[in-house]
Nanobody, 121 residues
Framework: QVQLVESGGGLVQAGGSLRLSCKAS????????MGWYRQAPGKERELVAG???????NYADAVLGRFTISRDNAKNTVYLQMNSLKPEDTAVYYC???????????????WGPGTQVTVSS
């Protein structure tokens, strides 16, 4: 099994910054892409940013230029640096990884439990 655990969420004023971390652990054979999603109350979960195992990144238009995704493959950890935060960034942020467990021949998506980010105006 592969477990993901997020950290770094919290309450911040508009214009402030937060850094989210997500560490994958367990019986990991390999991790391909990793990413961050968010879900605001009453809305569907949406992709915020993704990063491939080789470091290629993609971002939602709403966060382009403000958020930066990065990863440390040696630590099986992905980060999301969030700057110039806005109240509309308020959501539960979920870590996602496409990974293959040691005993499995297939890759599948794994999700963390989520971390709350609240931006006050």
């Amino acid at each position: 099994q592969v477990q993901l655990v997020e950290s770094g969420g919290g309450l911040v004023q508009a214009g402030g910054s937060l850094r989210l971390s997500c560490k994958a652990s367990g019986s990991i054979f390999k991790i391909n892409g990793m990413g961050w999603y968010r879900q605001a109350p009453g809305k569907e979960r949406e992709l915020v940013a993704g990063i491939s195992s080789g470091g290629s990144t993609n971002y939602a238009d709403a966060v382009l230029g403000r958020f930066t995704i990065s990863r440390d493959n040696a630590k099986n950890t992905v980060y999301l640096q969030m700057n110039s935060l806005k109240p509309e960034d308020t959501a539960v942020y979920y870590c996602n990884a496409e990974a293959r467990a040691l005993w499995s021949g297939n890759y599948r998506d794994y999700w963390g439990p989520g971390t709350q980010v609240t931006v006050s105006s």
